[in-house]
């Protein structure tokens, strides 16, 4: 290879990025314990991630809204989609690449809400990290006026293949959808493969790989299947999803496309006649809202960590250092 290590990093970190990259290399299972060098790190606690799940909360909202189980099912296929964009690629659209995200503490709260408008009630969340060594974030869902909530745990295993991190995601998600009848429909959301490939140049991207599913309680499956460059015509970020009935492993409706982008529904027979998009997420999505920092508890993750992401922020590396062993060894004494 004649590409020098790291184009992406910063003159004086190359080093130290070369010897972070062997480290991912060694070490497996939970890289949340490696000292990164200052320029990949993220001023964002992992307790934050699970509000990826609801940053389109009207297609959330809008799985109540359906008539059939059918319906339903492609209704959760939809908005499940739509979250891939956000969970997967907007650090690179606001950090610059992938980033190390802060590793949360025990205890440590993330909440926040989706204010209500015309068109869809109130989302509410509700994230803790229950262990920190493995990390494993815990988080709630709900939108009660329609009837929703997603319940889920969220933890990683990694290891190192042919220069890239592969991460195992362990843990899955549960909806359910409270229906007129009084019934209950769950549905069990297991979660895709990740690659994260770049690591070399310094500017580290996700990739999805595999399969995941959506298992419902009346029997409709969906089965995800992802891609990258080199499969089905070369693109990033390709996904095919299968929606099968009940006892069956026939498709019923198939969709494909570019989950950061937009597809469509191709189904048996009567695929080219749909001409609208099955998701499209080109469109702005809605953060979460959280309090601000001076109504918050000691233990939620903004206020929290509120010194060490302002040094990260403000490339001051020493108070990010400073602050961060102090919540370290404030975690392990506490008064
Ligand atoms: C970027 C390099 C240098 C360091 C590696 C940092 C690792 C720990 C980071 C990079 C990308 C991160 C993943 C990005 C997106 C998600 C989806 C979310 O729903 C659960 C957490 C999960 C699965 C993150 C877990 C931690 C993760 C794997």
């Given at each position: 290879m004649s590409e020098e290590i790291g184009e992406a990093v910063p003159q004086s970190q190359k080093s130290s990025w070369a010897t972070f990259i062997k480290q991912i290399a060694s070490?497996?299972?939970?890289?949340?314990s490696l000292t990164a060098p200052?320029?990949?790190?993220?001023?964002?606690?992992?307790?934050?991630?699970?509000a990826y799940w609801c940053e389109r909360p009207e297609l959330f909202a809008a799985?109540?809204?359906?008539?059939t189980d059918e319906e339903r099912s492609v209704a959760v296929l939809k908005w499940f989609i739509s979250t891939l964009k956000g969970q997967y690629t907007s650090r690179n659209e606001k950090l610059g690449s992938e980033k190390k995200p802060l590793n949360p503490v025990l205890g440590e709260l993330f909440y926040g809400y989706w204010p209500a408008t015309a068109t869809r009630p109130r989302t509410n969340l509700v994230v803790e990290q229950v262990s920190h060594h493995p990390p494993i974030t815990a988080y709630y869902i709900t939108n009660p006026d329609k009837g929703l909530t997603l319940t889920g745990h969220s933890a990683q295993k990694t290891s190192f293949s042919a220069g890239s991190i592969i991460v195992k995601q362990i843990g899955h998600a549960v909806l359910n959808v409270k229906l007129p009848s009084g019934q209950t429909e769950e549905f069990l959301i297991t979660l895709p493969k990740l690659r994260i490939d770049g690591l070399w140049y310094g500017s580290p991207y996700i990739e999805l790989t595999d399969t995941s599913y959506i298992q419902s309680s009346t029997g409709w499956l969906s089965t995800i299947e992802y891609k990258g460059k080199g499969y089905f015509g070369g693109k990033s970020h390709q996904f095919k999803a299968v929606l099968s009935p009940p006892g069956s492993n026939n498709a019923a409706r198939t969709f494909e496309g570019l989950w950061h982008i937009t597809s469509k529904e191709t189904s048996p027979g009567r695929g080219s006649s749909i001409?609208?998009?099955?998701?499209?997420?080109q469109g702005p999505k809605e953060e979460v809202t959280v309090a601000p920092i001076e109504e918050q508890n000691d233990w939620e993750s903004r206020k929290l960590w509120k010194l060490v992401a302002k040094g990260i922020r403000e490339s001051d590396f020493d108070l990010a250092s400073r602050e961060k062993s102090k919540i370290e060894v404030g975690i392990l004494h506490p008064q």
């Open positions: 070490v497996s299972g939970d890289l949340s200052p320029f990949i790190l993220s001023p964002i606690s992992l307790t934050e991630f699970p799985i109540a809204d359906t008539n001409l609208d998009p099955f998701t499209d997420v």
